[in-house]
């Protein structure tokens, strides 16, 4: 019996690119194409062509600019939320439950990974409902107020995705080169399990 079965495996993977698409557009939208550094920058550089605009108009501009990058945050947050729906129905499946039963006989480094791995689902269910909730405020009309209180909770939630995924790679490839060899690969072919 394969330990990973095929859509579990394709499941993960398309799931680890969208994640980290996901803190690629944050990550962006806070360095590079932030409005606060591009609009002083817009205002400063035009100046030195004598265009003259207002902080106000530098910031719109900034702001115009990051929109198109911004859009795949939402995209991909559309695929995100597929792939939540899709982690779902794994559940039901051997290869999507088998980290989390009889946790009892596993050590207490497992049972952290795995217990780990569960904070991780809820924390990506709250991402996709808080996000989806903002992207539709309208819709549900929401207040500002609201909208503005779900970003802050939204943004600070981001930071368990924040640790969590470097936490994992570096975890599973010490793993893979200690006590668990082909934990890696095994994700990649499906690996035999030797019961
Ligand atoms: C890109 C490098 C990555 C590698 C090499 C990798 C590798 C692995 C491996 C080997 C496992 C099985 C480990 C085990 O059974 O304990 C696993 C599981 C898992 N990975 Fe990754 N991963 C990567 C990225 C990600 C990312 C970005 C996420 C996003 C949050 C993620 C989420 C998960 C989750 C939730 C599980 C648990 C699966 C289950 O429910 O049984 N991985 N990963
Ligand atoms: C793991 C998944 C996600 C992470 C790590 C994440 C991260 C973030 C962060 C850090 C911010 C604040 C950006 C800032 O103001 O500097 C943000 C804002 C936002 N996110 Fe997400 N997000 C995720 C999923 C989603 C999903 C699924 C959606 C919905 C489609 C979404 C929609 C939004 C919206 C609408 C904003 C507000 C942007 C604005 O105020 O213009 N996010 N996200």
Do not use: C
């Amino acid at each position: 019996m394969q330990k990973w079965r095929l859509d579990f495996r394709i499941w993960h993977w398309i799931h680890a690119v969208v994640i980290l698409g996901l803190l690629g557009t944050v990550f962006l939208r806070k360095t590079f194409l932030s409005w606060r550094t591009n609009s002083e920058l817009l205002v400063q550089k035009l100046a030195e062509i004598n265009i003259d605009i207002t902080m106000e108009q530098g910031k719109m501009l900034a702001k115009a600019i990051r929109a198109p990058m911004w859009e795949w945050h939402i995209l991909l947050g559309y695929a995100l939320t597929a792939l939540v729906i899709w982690r779902i129905v794994l559940f039901f499946t051997e290869s999507g439950k088998q980290n989390y039963q009889n946790l009892e006989k596993e050590t207490l480094h497992k049972k952290i990974v795995k217990y780990g791995y569960l904070v991780i689902y809820a924390t990506i269910l709250f991402m996709t409902i808080s996000g989806l909730t903002m992207h539709f405020h309208e819709v549900l009309g929401l207040t500002k107020e609201l909208v503005h209180d779900i970003k802050d909770i939204h943004e600070l939630v981001f930071n368990v995705i924040l640790v969590f995924v470097p936490l994992h790679i570096v975890g599973v490839i010490v793993a893979d080169a200690r006590d668990e060899k082909g934990i890696i690969s095994g994700m990649i072919h499906g690996e035999r399990k030797e019961k």
